[in-house]
């Protein structure tokens, strides 16, 4: 039999055949490698968008993985050391003393404001609870004096009566992890903290945290329960170190009229909404406990530098080269502005609710 390849018109025929063949082969392998590609592409973009989904995380009593592996952020990424979650959390505690307050209107009209002025709102019906929880992490020995902070508390003699704010439940914890990387976790004496008067109004806590190396994580967490309705604590978001979230979570009875100041920077998101509380009673004779309308004020900002911190990289930078600096993100702040109510006494200046050394 005659083999195709013996009829000599036929070799260019076969011979640009196969040339094809090879051709689509590599382009076939081409259009895999360039798919395989953009796959890991978007994988590494799904770890990366799972990462920031991750981080921050506001769950308090064990530091997550990605914490323990986090050194920071584009412009922070040099610092030593870094607040990784900082919350507040500010309810109300009314008693039924108040629940004779006509909640059919959240607005503030003459016939609330009698209603308030007659239920005689003070630390007997009516109280403030803060609950703040902050987690640092220490990025170098240089960063060991982060691991301290100070917290500032009402404490005041007016005349025979003593009005103080209680400092509650102040825990304190470190965590290291040893040669073997686990995760070991040390609990601090809150007795050793001194304390120390500011003015005839306020004190000061000095939490001090020995033995502290780098890669520790601490947590700081605390309760104050205050018998001044119409004062609240003011909130700083911009720490001496770089903060990856700090969050107030505010609620307040709506018959309490405040002025909120909520910071305006494109780091710092605030809003409000209706919300409800519950009174606190003994009264064995109510079926179901009463509510009052509140203004809910949620207010949170995200990767905030410190003031006049450096910046690492400015899209305007030339060569890399650029002496911009974060400018000041301003407090949280909050007055009361109801007709007739004195204005508690305000802190010392250049003293917080909460700073960290």
Same mark, same amino acid.
């Given at each position: 039999?005659?083999?195709?390849?013996?009829?000599?018109?036929?070799?260019?025929?076969?011979?640009?055949?196969?040339?094809?063949?090879?051709?689509?082969?590599?382009?076939?392998?081409?259009?895999?490698?360039?798919?395989?590609?953009? &796959?890991?592409?978007?994988?590494?973009?799904?770890?990366?968008?799972?990462?920031?989904?991750?981080?921050?995380?506001?769950?308090?009593?064990?530091?997550?993985? !990605?914490?323990?592996?986090?050194?920071?952020?584009?412009?922070?990424?040099?610092? *030593?050391?870094?607040?990784?979650?900082?919350?507040?959390?500010?309810?109300?505690? !009314?008693? *039924?003393?108040?629940?004779?307050?006509?909640?059919?209107?959240?607005?503030?009209?003459?016939?609330?404001?009698?209603?308030?002025?007659?239920?005689?709102?003070?630390?007997?019906?009516?109280?403030?609870?803060?609950?703040?929880? &902050?987690?640092?992490?220490? &990025?170098?020995?240089?960063?060991?004096?982060?691991?301290?902070?100070?917290?500032?508390?009402?404490?005041? /003699?007016?005349?025979?009566?003593?009005?103080?704010?209680?400092?509650?439940?102040?825990?304190?914890?470190?965590?290291?992890?040893? /040669?073997?990387?686990?995760? /070991?976790?040390?609990?601090?004496?809150?007795?050793?903290?001194?304390?120390?008067?500011?003015?005839?109004?306020?004190?000061?806590?000095?939490?001090?945290?020995?033995?502290?190396?780098?890669?520790?994580?601490?947590?700081?967490?605390?309760?104050?329960?205050?018998?001044?309705?119409?004062?609240?604590?003011?909130?700083?978001?911009?720490?001496?170190?770089?903060?990856?979230?700090?969050?107030?979570?505010?609620?307040?009875?709506?018959?309490?009229?405040?002025?909120?100041?909520?910071?305006?920077?494109?780091?710092?998101?605030?809003?409000?909404?209706?919300?409800?509380?519950?009174?606190?009673?003994?009264?064995?004779?109510?079926?179901?406990?009463?509510?009052?309308?509140?203004?809910?004020?949620?207010?949170?900002?995200?990767?905030?530098?410190?003031?006049?911190?450096?910046?690492?990289?400015?899209?305007?930078?030339?060569?890399?080269?650029?002496?911009?600096?974060?400018?000041?993100?301003?407090?949280?702040?909050?007055?009361?502005?109801?007709?007739?109510?004195?204005?508690?006494?305000?802190?010392?200046?250049?003293?917080?609710?909460?700073?960290?050394?």
């Amino acid at each position: 039999m005659m083999h195709f390849t013996s009829w000599p018109f036929l070799r260019p025929i076969i011979k640009n055949r196969l040339w094809e063949r090879n051709q689509s082969i590599k382009i076939m392998e081409t259009m895999k490698y360039s798919f395989r590609k953009l &796959l890991l592409i978007a994988a590494l973009a799904a770890c990366v968008s799972s990462v920031n989904a991750q981080l921050p995380n506001e769950k308090f009593g064990k530091p997550s993985n !990605l914490e323990w592996d986090f050194k920071g952020w584009g412009d922070a990424i040099d610092a *030593d050391a870094i607040i990784l979650c900082k919350t507040m959390k500010v309810t109300y505690r !009314l008693s *039924d003393q108040v629940s004779n307050f006509n909640q059919s209107d959240s607005g503030l009209g003459s016939d609330n404001i009698t209603d308030f002025s007659k239920n005689q709102i003070d630390e007997s019906n009516t109280l403030v609870n803060y609950e703040v929880k &902050l987690r640092t992490k220490i &990025l170098k020995p240089e960063g060991a004096g982060h691991a301290n902070i100070d917290i500032t508390y009402f404490d005041s /003699e007016d005349g025979n009566k003593i009005i103080l704010d209680e400092l509650s439940d102040l825990k304190v914890r470190v965590f290291t992890k040893n /040669e073997k990387g686990k995760v /070991e976790k040390r609990n601090i004496d809150v007795s050793t903290f001194a304390k120390e008067r500011l003015d005839k109004n306020y004190k000061v806590i000095h939490v001090v945290v020995p033995d502290v190396q780098a890669g520790s994580i601490i947590e700081y967490q605390y309760n104050i329960t205050s018998p001044r309705p119409t004062f609240l604590y003011d909130w700083v978001f911009q720490e001496s170190i770089p903060t990856v979230r700090s969050k107030c979570d505010i609620d307040i009875p709506a018959f309490l009229q405040f002025k909120m100041n909520a910071p305006i920077d494109k780091l710092i998101k605030s809003s409000v909404e209706v919300g409800h509380l519950a009174y606190d009673t003994n009264r064995s004779d109510m079926k179901k406990g009463k509510t009052c309308i509140t203004n809910h004020y949620f207010i949170v900002g995200d990767y905030i530098l410190p003031e006049g911190y450096a910046l690492k990289r400015n899209p305007s930078s030339v060569d890399g080269k650029s002496d911009a600096t974060e400018n000041k993100i301003a407090d949280f702040t909050s007055e009361i502005s109801m007709p007739g109510v004195t204005v508690p006494v305000k802190m010392p200046e250049g003293s917080t609710h909460l700073r960290v050394k």
